[in-house]
Each structure stands twice: as C-alpha cells, then as structure tokens.
T-cell receptor
Framework: DVKVTQSSRYLVKRTGEKVFLECVQD?????MFWYRQDPGLGLRLIYF???????EKGDIPEGYSVSREKKERFSLILESASTNQTSMYLC????????????FGNGTRLTVT | AQTVTQSQPEMSVQEAETVTLSCTYD???????LFWYKQPPSRQMILVIR??????QNATENRFSVNFQKAAKSFSLKISDSQLGDAAMYFC?????????????FGKGTHLIIQP
C-alpha cells in the first residue's frame, strides 16, 4: 500500500512565524499535492509538483510556497503565518498517469494564534 | 475552470438502508474522470469509486455504485445496505484528461450520518 506521511498531526504556531509542513511518500509517485481543507469549502489546491524541483500554483497559492528537492518529499512553507491560515492541510501523491487516484496523508491541523 | 457542486451538506440514513449522494459538475471537456472519496472522522481520505467519462457503464464497487449521467453532468453515489463504518465526509472530485498532474477539483463535501 502507498503510504503518505505528514510529519505532524497537530501544529500550533504564532502569527509571523515561518512554518514548514513536511510530506513523504514511499511509492515513487511523480505527482504530489498540497490541499487545504476548511469546513464548508471542501478541498482547495494550494500547490502541486509533477517532478523534482518542479512546482505549479494551484487555486490558492498566496501566502504559501513549496519545495521538492527529492522525489519522495514535498514541503509546504508558510513564509509568515497568519491566523487565516489556520486550517487542515492535506498532502497527496499520485502516479503521473491519467485517472490515477490520489493517495492522501492523515493531514496536519495547523492553528495559528 | 471546472466546478463541482455537492448540494447536500449533510445526509442521514438508517443502518441497512440505501442512500444517494448528489454531485454535479461543470466542464466543457468531453473526456474526463470522476471520483468519490471518503474521509472518516479523524482518518485518512480514501478513494471509494471512480468513473471514466467515456465509459457508459456505471462503475460499481461492492455496496457502492454511481449513476453517471454525462449529458446532465451528474455523478451521484449510491450506498446500499449502509453500515456504521460508512459514516464519513464524502467528496466528489473531477479531473480532466489533460494530464494527471493538475490535481483534482473537489466539491465541498457531504457529511453522511448513519443512524443505528
């Protein structure tokens, strides 16, 4: 089974802090994604990557950046955390083929105070 | 941009009964893929079922089946013989055929409650 591991289940940070959310997958998947999940809004794509060192903006990239230095690892960075970034963050990966399903991590619930 | 609409924020069903979750989508593409994902409380999101738009036959996975109406842009999920373990958030998702790297577009989700 594909395993997607997010380094933290819960995280509390202060406004203005730089925050790193880490995600590792163990199935050699080409594609990796960061979604944000908020009640009533569903999942919204922040950034995705289809190869090492490649990244593309999703629907809501403002205030975020990403890093993919190795194929298995995809990091989400909040340069200066703000309270409106309090949310559940989901990492996912998939093969680089059509119709390949997303495999999700358990999520990181981030609270910014 | 594609949009996915789930018009039922919450649904409730008695255990062993059948429930249908609605999903509509908007796209100008003719070839695409549709998915239903399940997110149990405090647990990982997993794929329930998927459908290729070019296939006329509705997908089925055990107790889960879809009613895919391409002309109506509708993709509902039917859960037969509901079980307590089916309680979860269900998300409908769309992917166009332009490539798998762009990510899925998700609906806002339907919270399914199973009444014992």
């Amino acid at each position: 089974d594909v395993k997607v591991t997010q380094s933290s289940r819960y995280l509390v940070k202060r406004t203005g802090e730089k925050v790193f959310l880490e995600c590792v997958q163990d199935m050699d998947h080409e594609n990796m994604f960061w979604y944000r999940q908020d009640p009533g809004l569903g999942l919204r794509l922040i950034y995705f990557s289809y190869d090492v060192k490649m990244k593309e903006k999703g629907d809501i990239p403002e205030g975020y950046s990403v890093s993919r230095e190795k194929k298995e690892r995809f990091s989400l960075i909040l340069e200066s955390a703000s309270t409106n970034q309090t949310s559940m963050y989901l990492c996912a990966s998939s093969l680089g083929t059509l119709n390949s399903p997303l495999h999700f991590g358990n999520g990181t619930r981030l609270t910014v105070t | 941009a594609q949009t996915v609409t789930q018009s039922q924020p919450e649904m409730s069903v008695q255990e062993a009964e059948t429930v249908t979750l609605s999903c509509t989508y908007d796209t100008s593409e003719s070839d695409y893929y549709l998915f239903w994902y399940k997110q149990p409380p405090s647990r990982q999101m997993i794929l329930v079922i998927r459908q290729e738009a070019y296939k006329q036959q509705n997908a089925t996975e055990n107790r889960f089946s879809v009613n895919f109406q391409k002309a109506a842009k509708s993709f509902s999920l039917k859960i037969s013989d509901s079980q307590l373990g089916d309680a979860a958030m269900y998300f409908c998702a769309y992917e166009d055929s332009g490539g798998g790297a762009d990510g899925l577009t998700f609906g806002k989700g339907t919270h399914l409650i199973i009444q014992p």
